[in-house]
C-alpha cells in the first residue's frame, strides 16, 4: 500500500499521462481512499506551480542576463505577441499541454500576478487530471481485467504522448 503512495507521488509530479493514468489504475484497483488520492495530486501540483514560479520569480530577478533567463523571455514573447489569447488562457492552455513546472518557471515574465499563476495553471493541470480519469474510467468499464486495462492505458497514453510531441514540434510550444 506504501508503494502505491510513493508510485502515486512521484508520477504525479512528473504528470506524464501513460504512467500517471497507470497508477490511477493500480490505485483504483487495490482501493486507494480516492479522495486522499485527489488530495495527493492537489498538494503536489500545488507545489509545484509555488516552487516553479518562485523560482522563475528569483531567476527573472537575479539572473537576467542567463542563458535560462533569456530564454524563459523569448517562450513569454513569443506567447505573449498572440493578441488572441489573454495571458490568463496562455497560463490554462500551456498548463494542459505541457508540465507545471516549466510553464509556472516562465509565467513571472508573464507580468502575471501569482494568485492569476496558481489559479490558472491550477485549472490547466485540472483539465489534464480529469482526462486522465476520462481514460481510466472509460477503460475500466471497456476492459475485462487488469492487464487488459494496463495494457490499453498504456497504449492510450503512448498514442496521447506522441501525439503532444508531434504538436509541441510542429508549433514550437516549448522552444
Known sequence: MVRTWLLLLVVFSAQEITSTAAALLVAQHVGLNLWLVHAL????IAAEVALSFWLGKLVRRKYTTSKLARWAERFAERWQGSKAMSREFTLFLL??????FPTTFVSPWFHVPFASVFVWSMLG????????WLIVLGVIAWAPNFITALAAIIAVGLVITLTILILRKNTGIMR
Open 41 to 44: 495530486w492537489f498538494s503536489v
Open 95 to 100: 498548463n494542459f499541454l505541457n508540465f507545471p
Open 125 to 132: 493541470n485540472l483539465a489534464w487530471y480529469l482526462l486522465e
